[in-house]
């Protein structure tokens, strides 16, 4: 077992180092011939440079307009075809980024209390050393690496900062789907094996449950629905919360906040019992629509409009329109789920409509997302013996989870564990939940990669209570996010314009990959996580304490395969192997920015004879066949959700295009879009409660409360309130928004979606009262 | 050759210089002085800190404070030259009578005039661009060619009022100057109704009003302030053959009060049947908006309704005439001030969220003058104060009889 | 002799509201954060109706760079004026900051520039214009919102939306004539 192990490591290796070889003749020749070499390092006169967005997750490209050694403009890419060539303004204000005046520019050490804002600069060399010390510390002391968790945000670095926590040994990573679209991607999966997009270009009828893309922009499809969208598409919103983009809609349906899935549960009904189905495509692709049809019997539109408030005879308008147009309609998966307790069940409902209709991998439907084939190198990291599993996973059967009371609590979700859960994700409010009660073992230091949990996760409270209980928080970002603020070391990163990343794939129905080149020399002389992760690894392996768990031998390859070959070559090297399956791929990365094998959208990928979809069955599972292993329902069951009483409200969240998260509201130029957030409270509810526009008003839930001025609004469902994300700061190190508007986090409980793991966001009622 | 004329010069100057101890000017020098030196500051303030960050103004009232004692200054500068003109040129003997001072301070306001222009706008040496590469069409080039010629005239009538040995040709030069400085001060006057007339945006100045209502105030104002200065002048107690001459700048006064009353009738009244236009808006930000104060005490009962009381009563007392044209030059205030403002708190975008344009619940935009451009006004009086009792403390200012 | 006539057709309807095209324009043109300074704007409409019958828009907007110009023609030394495309442009060295041209401009369309100390305004971004290259708002706007063009050449794509669509122009009452389009 060992041997072949080595084996591989010692194949893998060598081709790493040979394709990296190969890449450096050509590109040696094409810096020669096009003297790129020269403005490289000149920083007189002007270029344009090809890189990618890191202002959110979409990865535009763009070419940075670099005069004098500055960036003056981020110009859209016109090949970046995903985007359809364009950014938006955080793609703009990017430019802003390494310039910006409360951007971290050295490693600071804590000086003082924790969140006392004292900081003592040490250099990068210290901060390395000191991270070292830390996790041998850790690990002498608990015996147990998974002791340290490793909190990362998503990006094209985050691969880096897995290095780090792959090569101390740690279980606990926790990236931040839980937090996100881990219950949509376990939905949709669980009917058709992937997790799939939706076709806005070429749709004729699109449904859209709650997903804002007017204002939470995702590539391409914010620019489809408008700039792409097919003469005579209809577009139909359900949203408790007029938003831009049931502005933009045929139908806006103010849903009934956690009635959704009776909305989609009856549109089967629909379907199924006018037999408008495909029924070639049922019969052949999917499995268990038997079962489906007896189970939705129940579910008439007339039973729904008592459950959702959206009249039945709307609801069969769109059943009979979704078939008229298939297979060009789609229900679309949206992305941020993390609503309800049985979110899960409820895109589950979602992703049957599709398949009923026969809506699958075709212009205008459901399409497979597909890939940009890059090379990765295996990297086989040592085997330590101080390591237990992952503490969300160990904690099963603990305690119990953390869900309202209500019908959905006593049937069809697991109650003391997360059923599927993200073996590299973890599930945010389960993990947390464990460490503060230290059971199984104890979890006493954080290593950071710019996941700032503080404003991100629900109860806030909570989370600083976690991490209090640590021995060492280390925190790496750009700027003084809420969770670096109480971190003991903060070590920043380059900007995105400043570095260099690894090439990553976008996949969809239009496949793109991009990477990032240095546009700028680093400001402040900062590094990449990739150079940072170099810097910590060098330092651990200064202590032997650090390795006697291991196998000397396989340490030893490791150093050699792993340390030397990829962190202390260049990363250029490592995109150079990840780009080596492409003709003069670097030199295209290079001036091109991305690299494809087709702009057109690629479809049909499942038609292939002997295509087996990823479910159990290898069919598209209409019925689940292994969710009643473990006790879950096998078809989506409506069970309905507590609602607010008087006096109460549902806080809802949402987003909007100036901002991503609570990453960018520090910058000045969306700032000054935004200045603070405010309170959507729809008009009658505020003459009731004598709450005029612009006033205070205090929004209080079970676990907190925060003061944010009012904005009396025909926009919303009277059961609701909202207010945006990312304001209400606690960091005075970002201090454009420090205590202006109002925290989601303060405020919202933690309750939890048990199927994915993901958090349940919109669960939380608050009461609203002036100031 | 050069030393006689140098000599001829000083001698020509020295013979100008008088030490009129009767006149009350020191306390006004001083208060001039004082002035002067904040104002001074506030000059200085304004130069470190650059226009943007000193001044009130925004981009939707561009204009503010300074254009408004700009025009507060000038006007009342070629009010006066239009009385003078009376005078020389129309052989108005009451006028003729105070033609020294006319001259004098008529260019001493329209100097005082100018600080306020230079300090307004923001480039005042590219104003050499104006001349390189005028635009005819534009009322700003005109309003810069009027007043510019206005002051060389005036220069001229002080030159041809303090040369000794005045012969018949002088008499009739200065005819002639009083004339021109008359007419180009109308045509300054009415042109700066023009340069707020031309802006297609503003719907306010459309029209003759504006024209024709500041050269009445001008004049009005004109024979408010030369009353007003006599009455300082001779501490009350006027020379007997001066009275004739002070009452009927008293009944100019009324009358223009009168024309005055008479414009406003028809503006107002005509403006509010333009709603929803931008000219409603404009008069109800007056009426019952954001410049009603102004509007009511300033404009009305200070520059209107006291004034002709006090005229109308007066009965040849120049103490009241003269208390009718202290209060006339304050209220004017805020009828430069109003007229300035008023036509720019219509917004011309409507202060929605993203607009960038800020307005009140009534949709009006805001302005309010920021101390520096207060202090760069008080610097225009410092100017005047100084200038013009320093002229009657070592100048003799008394005009001798032509015949 | 075919000259160019350079303007931009507007289909509001597929604005975002997502402020892309304000941003990209400030850096585009150097303009510093601050409330006054800026070129073009997106304004968000009154809502009209109640919940739940409403309706939202948004117009996005800038100097509509008329033919005939309120502003040039006030300017006592010609430092606003047009380039042979039609586009008002301004000539900073010549501007003495009097001010005359944002009161008569009845978009609000011009600011006072304390960098160059001078009055700006949106040029189209002339400075693109050798490379060809589209104004910095019109590249970066994620639903192509507007189109800009050669409004003499028929074949380019502005003038075929003006001859497909019915548009407006804003306050047309004042009698600009401008060279920015919106699709009804």
């Known amino acids: 077992m060992k041997l072949s192990r080595r084996k591989f490591l010692a194949a893998s290796g060598g081709a790493f180092a040979a394709a990296v070889a190969a890449a450096n003749l050509t590109s040696l020749k094409a810096v020669a011939e096009s003297g790129h070499g020269d403005a490289q390092t000149g920083e007189k006169g002007e270029k344009h440079i090809a890189s990618s967005c890191e202002m959110c997750v979409n990865k535009c490209g763009f070419y940075a307009h670099v005069v004098n050694g500055r960036i003056k403009k981020l110009n859209p890419n016109p090949r970046f075809f995903k985007s359809r060539a364009m950014l938006c303004a955080r793609g703009n204000a990017g ?43 850790a690990k002498t002391k608990y015996e147990n690496r998974s002791s340290v968790a490793f909190f990362s945000s998503e990006g094209l670095q985050e691969g880096s900062f897995q290095m780090l926590a792959q090569t101390y040994g740690s279980l606990n990573t926790v990236r931040h789907p839980s937090l996100c679209l881990s219950s949509t991607i376990q939905g949709w999966s669980s009917v058709y094996g992937v997790y799939p997009d939706a076709d806005l270009a070429n749709a004729m009828f699109v449904v859209m449950p709650g997903a804002n893309r007017a204002e939470a922009l995702v590539t391409p499809d914010s620019m489809d629905f408008l700039r792409y969208r097919p003469k005579g598409q209809q577009l139909v919103v359900l949203d408790p919360r007029f938003t831009n983009t049931a502005a933009k809609a045929d139908k806006w349906y103010p849903v009934k906040p956690a009635t959704d899935m009776a909305f989609m549960l009856a549109m089967i009904n629909v379907i199924i019992n006018e037999e408008l189905y495909n029924k070639d495509f049922v019969a052949n692709m999917t499995e268990g629509f038997d079962e489906l049809k007896a189970h939705v019997q129940q579910y008439t539109p007339e039973w729904a409009e008592k459950e959702c408030e959206i009249p039945a005879d709307e609801i069969k308008w769109c059943a009979r329109e979704f078939a008229k147009y298939a297979p060009r309609s789609v229900i679309y998966p949206g992305r941020r789920t993390s609503w309800y307790v049985d979110d899960v069940a409820f895109r589950r409902a979602c992703a049957i409509i599709p398949a009923l209709c026969g809506c699958w991998d075709v212009p205008g439907g459901i399409v497979p997302k597909s890939g940009v084939p890059l090379k990765n190198p295996d990297i086989m990291y040592p085997f330590y013996d101080m390591v237990e599993e992952r503490l969300d996973v160990e904690s099963f059967g603990e305690f119990d989870n953390n869900l309202p009371d209500d019908a959905r609590k006593e049937a069809g979700l697991p109650t003391d564990s997360v059923a599927y859960l993200g073996e590299k994700d973890g599930s945010w409010i389960r993990f947390r939940e464990a460490v503060l009660r230290g059971e199984p073992y104890p979890v006493k230091m954080m290593m950071v990669y710019k996941q700032n949990f503080v404003e991100a996760a629900p109860n806030r409270a909570k989370t600083l209570k976690m991490m209090e209980m640590m021995d060492f928080i280390c925190m790496i970002d750009i700027q003084m996010s809420d969770t670096a603020f109480y971190a003991d070391l903060v070590i920043p990163e380059s900007t995105y314009l400043e570095r260099w990343d690894v090439v990553h794939s976008l996949a969809g129905i239009w496949p793109i990959a991009t990477f990032r080149q240095a546009c700028i020399e680093p400001v402040y002389q900062t590094k990449s ?27 030893e390859y490791f150093k050699e395969d792993f340390v030397e070959a990829i962190l202390h070559a260049p990363i250029q090297d490592y995109i150079k192997y990840q780009v080596s399956g492409f003709e003069n791929g670097y030199e295209k990365l290079l001036k091109d920015g991305v690299i494809y094998k087709t702009d057109q959208g690629v479809y049909g990928q499942s038609a292939k004879p002997g295509y087996r979809f990823k479910t159990r069955s290898g069919k598209i599972e209409l019925t689940n066949v292994k969710y009643p292993d473990k006790g879950l329902d096998a078809l989506p069951v409506y069970r309905r959700a507590r609602q607010p009483k008087d006096g109460q409200f549902r806080f809802i969240l949402g987003r909007h295009g100036w901002n991503t998260h609570t990453g960018t509201q520090n910058n000045e130029f969306l700032w000054e879009i935004q200045k603070e957030n405010t309170l959507w409270i729809n ?17 209080k839930s079970s676990v907190g409360e925060q003061t944010v001025k009012a904005e009396v609004t025909e926009k919303i469902r009277p059961d609701c309130v909202f207010y945006a994300h990312g304001f209400g700061r606690v960091s005075k190190g970002m201090s454009l928004v420090y205590q202006k508007g109002a925290s989601q986090a303060a405020i919202l409980e933690d309750y939890i979606e048990p199927i994915s793991g993901n958090a349940a966001m919109h669960e939380t009622f608050v009461t609203v009262s002036k100031a | 050759m050069a030393a006689h004329t140098e000599n001829h010069g000083k001698s020509f100057l020295k013979s100008l210089i008088v030490n009129n101890k009767d006149i009350p000017a020191m306390p006004f020098i001083i208060l001039g002085l004082i002035l002067c030196a904040v104002g001074g500051f506030a000059v200085i303030s304004v130069f470190v800190k650059g226009h943007h960050e000193a001044y009130g103004v925004t981009r939707q009232v561009p204009w503010g404070l300074l254009i408004s004692s700009y025009a507060y200054f ?52 590219r104003m050499v661009y104006m001349m390189i590469s005028p635009n005819f069409k534009a009322p700003i080039f005109w309003m810069g060619m009027f007043y510019g010629i206005e002051l060389v005239i005036l220069a001229f009538e002080l030159y041809l009022i303090f040369k000794p040995n005045q012969t018949e040709a002088d008499h009739k030069l200065a005819a002639v100057a009083g004339f021109l400085a008359l007419l180009v001060g109308v045509l300054a006057t009415s042109n700066l109704g023009y340069v707020f007339g031309s802006l297609n945006a503003r719907e306010w100045y459309h029209g003759i009003y504006f024209s024709t209502f500041l050269v009445v105030s001008g004049v009005t104002a004109g024979a408010a302030l030369l009353i007003l200065v006599h009455t300082i002048v001779y501490k009350g107690s006027l020379p007997a053959e001066l009275k004739p001459s002070m009452v009927s700048l008293g009944k100019l006064m009324g009358g223009g009060i009168g024309v005055m009353m008479f414009l406003y009738l028809w503006k107002m009244l005509s403006s509010i049947f333009t709603e929803p236009g931008d000219a ?47 209060i006339f030059l304050i209220g004017l205030f805020f009828t430069r001030f109003d007229f300035v403002v008023a036509g720019q708190l219509p917004p011309m975008r409507k202060g929605l969220a993203g607009s960038g344009v800020i307005t009140d619940v009534a949709g009006f935009a805001f302005y309010s003058p920021s101390m520096l451009e207060w202090l760069v006004y ?23 009889s032509h015949h | 002799m075919a000259t160019k006539k350079f303007g931009i057709v507007l289909d509001a309807k597929k604005c975002l509201n997502c402020k892309a095209c304000t941003v990209a324009c400030k850096f585009e043109n150097t303009i510093h954060p601050g409330e006054d300074d800026y070129r073009i ?32 023609s006030v300017c006592p030394t010609k430092a606003t004026y047009k380039s042979p495309e039609g586009v008002v442009l301004i000539d900073y060295d010549k501007c003495i900051l009097c001010k005359a041209c944002m009161t008569a401009c009845p978009y609000d369309a011009r600011y006072e520039n304390v960098h160059l100390h001078a009055i700006d305004k949106c040029t189209f971004c002339y400075q693109r214009q050798p490379e060809g290259r589209e104004p910095a708002c019109v590249e970066t706007c994620p639903t192509r919102v507007r189109v800009f063009g050669d409004l003499n050449d028929p074949e380019s794509e502005a003038s075929k939306l003006l001859a497909r669509n019915h548009t407006y122009q804003l306050k047309p009452e004042r009698n600009t004539r401008p060279r920015l389009h919106y699709i009804k």
């Open chain 2, 280 to 326: 409603y808006m404009s008069v109800m930000s007056l009426i019952n908006g954001p410049l009603s104060f102004n509007f009511w005490i300033g404009e009305m009962l200070l520059a209107v309704i006291l004034p002709l009381a006090l005229i109308v009563t007066a009965k040849g007392s120049i103490k009241k005439l003269s208390m009718a044209g202290f």
């Open chain 2, 378 to 400: 008080m610097f225009g009086f410092g100017v005047f104060f100084l200038l013009y009792f320093s002229a009657e403390k070592f100048l003799n200012l008394e005009t001798e």
């Open chain 3, 41 to 72: 704007w997106v304004t968000e409409l009154e809502l009209k109706g109640t919940y739940p019958n409403i309706s939202q828009e948004y117009q996005p907007s800038q100097c509509q760079h008329c033919e005939n110009t309120p502003c040039a």
């Open chain 2, 74 to 125: 000038v006007i009342i500068s070629t009010g006066i030259a239009f009385i003078g003109g009376l005078g020389h040129a129309f052989g108005y003997e009451k006028y003729a009578k105070i033609s020294k001072r006319i001259v004098v301070l008529a260019t001493i306001v329209l100097l005082a005039g100018f600080t306020q222009i230079l300090m307004e706008i923001g480039n005042p040496l």
């Open chain 1, 683 to 699: 008009s009658k509810e505020a003459l009731k409660l004598g709450i005029k526009n612009g006033d205070r008003v205090v929004v």
């Open chain 1, 529 to 555: 996580m990739f150079e940072i992760t170099g810097g910590i690894v060098d330092e651990m392996l200064k202590i032997p304490e650090l390795w006697d768990d291991t196998d000397e031998e396989e340490l």
């Open chain 1, 95 to 137: 430019a802003e980024e390494p310039y910006n005046p409360e951007r971290l520019k050295t490693p600071l050490v804590r000086d003082g209390e924790r969140g006392s804002n004292k900081w003592r600069k040490i250099s990068y060399e210290e901060a390395f050393q000191i991270v070292a010390q830390k996790l041998a510390e």
